[in-house]
């Protein structure tokens, strides 16, 4: 159980996100609010529960604290709400669509004697609120994230705290992950999945070891992005800190951050900006389509187990539970695939004489389709994508130095994170602070297309001359 410290840190965060705002200019406040939250708050069981409100734990308190902060100080400030009509269609979707999910499960749902409540108005208002508060930092970024320094910034934090947390990580892959227990309390996952080839992968204060090793790809990619795009940051030492991070990723011994590695930054590192957006949208189109391949079983499942089983027997039987769950799963989310099961895990399959939870969700697609059904996950997967795609339509007209030289990694990096959600479920407020960045680029993007093209077009009409008498 979290000890006292846990909590007191989580509840005094609120007083250090409003000293950031007030001493930082509120985009470095904002990123720094909730990336060092996300990387040293305790995670849950850690949080306060509260009558008629989700429990607020270290994704919730930055992002309400910071949302109340600058709609105090800078007020709406125009339009919250994005631009684009389909964008505001997914974000209401995404928030509302919870109500008819409680509207369409008020009924209990047993397995043999073992019973699981039905959905209560309650219930409905609780998950609208969650909702609310996880799009906050989608909303904020994309009103104070929008522009190239915004993100620059974005990429050097990235960086900075990538440095630092390699200082935990390295203690951890030597002692093993020890230092939540240590500084918090408790352990936060399974110890024997920290296990790895003869060492340990460390885990830190994040949720799971494969969330500290995405951090670290992310981390990594940005430090060779800044590296080719910023003059400034062309030095030799920024090159070595690249090298370094990428060896402390190598360390952490999570396959599929390393390969994303060995994909991703040659990208970065070669291909131009449009070219770069070009790969983001290739990637997000596969991660929302691979869970319409699984429902229409298009996926070749056992060739992608026999191909991993080249690489590793370990892998290839963790790659066959994962599939065999997903399809169980499925299996349960089909009985309700519009709006879904709801909460109290209603989605999951139980074992009708001990009670336990018989399966395992692993996926961020399958849990959302599970909960809030197929129109839950659009709604979800498509206002994180969208902002790949805005650009990608913006870029083709745009002309290069129009571009920003850091919203290209920015793109590959939200692509990644989303396809990562089809084997994990790494939603996380960066997640969500990437999304928003991106729309709001793109919609400045647009803003731009349309003025020059209206002052193209009145430079190309003739002028109408007329005498008075």
Known sequence: ???????????????????????LPVERALILSLLVGYLFLPEP????????????NKHSIPALTAFAFCMWKYGPGGALLPQSPLARLL??????????????????VFFGQIGLPGLSPKDGLALVVQHMIVIMPFLLARRFLANGGAQRYFLVALVVTGLVYSVPMLIE??????????????YQHLFGQSIRANGYRPVVFLYHGLWVAFFMFTATLAAFALWRNDKRLHEFKVLAAAAYLLAILVLAKSLGALIFAVG??????????KSQIRVAMLIGALAIGYPIMKGAHLV????????????????????DFRFENENILLDRAYLKPVFGWGSWGRNQIFDPVTGEIATVTDGRWI???????????????????????????????????????????????????????????????????????????????????????????????????????
């Open 1 to 23: 159980m979290p000890n006292p410290l846990a909590y007191l840190v989580l509840a005094m965060w609120p007083i250090v996100t409003i000293v950031l705002f007030r001493r």
């Open 45 to 56: 069981p850690t949080a306060f529960d509260l009558p008629l409100m989700p429990s607020l």
């Open 91 to 108: 974000l209401a979707v995404f928030v509302f669509s919870p109500v008819l999910t409680t509207v369409t499960n008020t009924a209990p």
């Open 173 to 186: 892959m030597r002692l093993s992950p020890q230092l939540n227990r240590w500084i918090y309390g408790y």
């Open 264 to 273: 991703l930054i040659p990208v970065a590192m070669l291909l131009g900006r």
């Open 300 to 319: 070749p499942e056992d060739r992608i187990i026999a191909a991993a089983a080249s690489i590793d027997a370990e892998r290839a039987n963790s790659l």
């Open 367 to 469: 849990i959302v389709i599970g909960v809030y059904g197929w129109v839950g996950f659009l709604a979800e997967f498509g206002l994180l994508l969208l902002p790949v795609f805005l650009l990608w339509r913006e870029s083709v007209s745009a002309r290069r130095e129009t571009i920003s030289p850091f919203i290209a990694p920015l793109s590959l990096m939200l692509a990644i994170n989303v396809f990562d959600m089809i084997p994990n479920a790494t939603l996380t407020p960066l997640t969500w602070l990437l999304a928003g960045a991106l729309t709001g680029y793109a919609e400045q993007l647009k803003a731009a297309r349309k003025k020059q093209a209206v002052r193209t077009g009145a430079a190309s009409r003739p002028l109408k001359w007329r005498s008075v008498m």
